[in-house]
């Protein structure tokens, strides 16, 4: 009993980090009928800014990590990514009212990374002081790559089965391709390749370091006005997306804590790490994905995935199992 209270009472501090707040302010604004939006181009702005931050301090924590320890998690990421994938799609296919290739594009989504809620997390495990391995940003593209992959793959076989004119030939070095030129991961893998093979402590330390707080404000301030405009699209959908939503984050966040904890007992993974570990897994893609997802499965209808991603399931990433997984990692370790 002395255990519940305990992470119950640590559960509820974590609601207390600005980062948060800005997230549910956004939604709260937009609820009331507030006007204000974030430009598209400083959203785009903060987000690459968040991403080269994130890449540099894992390129440089790369430099000095021995590589052999990053083998575990990073197989681990490519494991999740399928495995939510295929259970996803099991799930939602076999429900009433949802098309098979809605649902598999929904799970392929799910299964993708969020750069947000990477970036969302970090900033929260700075503000407990919990250690973290920098280099877990690495594990981007080995989560988010298989999970896209899978889901166009598994939609092109329904689709093939169902009607081969709207099957589309699948091609995995154009899903390969099409991910790492998106936007979240070229400045994610540009900022990681600058602190892996330069010296960028000076520029990275007077200034990336010190705007990653504000700008994040902005991007949660923005996410959460953006998710709850959203919610418009999610109700002309079946309503199992919304449940889905709401409830997938934390059994994937679950999830990755498991492979985390094994992680953590077998090859040392920090406890930071493993709360990294279960947010990439909680997470699903807001940049990367609903792109590449609208080409690898056009038939796919993008309110299904993509509303019930951002309205309902992003917002749960960051404000639930971001700070449950925090709580759960105290707790246990």
Not at 7 to 28: K, W, Y
Not at 54 to 73: S, W
């Amino acid at each position: 009993m002395d255990f519940i209270f305990d992470f119950a009472g640590r559960l509820v501090t974590q609601f207390q980090s600005p980062t948060l707040a800005f997230l549910l302010g956004g939604m709260l604004i937009a609820s009331l009928g507030s006007k204000l939006q974030i430009p598209s181009a400083i959203y785009q702005f903060c987000v690459f800014m968040l991403l080269m931050k994130i890449g540099m301090k894992g390129g440089m924590e790369i430099r000095e990590a021995n590589l052999v320890d990053m083998i575990f998690p990073a197989l681990s990421a490519v494991a999740i990514g399928v495995i939510i994938v295929g259970m996803g799609s099991f799930i939602l296919t076999r429900l009433p009212g949802i098309k098979g290739e809605d649902g598999i594009a929904t799970a392929g989504l799910f299964g993708a990374v969020s750069a947000s809620t990477l970036a969302a997390s970090m900033a929260l495990l700075d503000e407990k002081g919990m250690m973290y391995e920098a280099w877990i940003s690495a594990l981007y593209p080995f989560m988010d790559i298989p999970a896209l992959i899978l889901a166009i793959v598994l939609a092109n076989f329904y689709l093939s089965k169902r009607d081969k004119k709207v099957a589309k030939k699948f091609s995995a070095g154009e899903v390969i391709k099409d991910t790492l030129r998106s936007s979240a991961l070229s400045a994610l893998l540009l900022g990681m390749a600058l602190g892996l093979f330069t010296n960028p402590e000076r520029v990275f330390d007077s200034f990336y370091e010190p705007l990653f707080r504000g700008l994040l404000s902005i991007l949660m301030l923005a996410m959460g006005i953006e998710a709850y405009s959203r919610l418009a699209e999610l109700r002309r959908v079946a309503h199992w997306y919304a449940l889905y939503a709401a409830v997938a984050p934390i059994i994937h966040g679950l999830i990755g804590f498991g492979f985390g904890y094994v992680g953590h007992v077998w090859f040392g993974l920090s406890p930071g790490g493993v709360v990294l570990l279960s947010v990439l897994a909680a997470a699903s893609s807001d940049v990367s994905g609903p792109p590449t997802l609208r080409a690898g499965i056009p038939s796919a209808n993008p309110s299904c995935y993509i509303g019930a991603s951002t309205s309902v399931g992003t917002p749960v990433a960051i404000a639930i199992c971001i700070p449950l997984f925090i709580a759960l990692a105290e707790a246990v370790f």
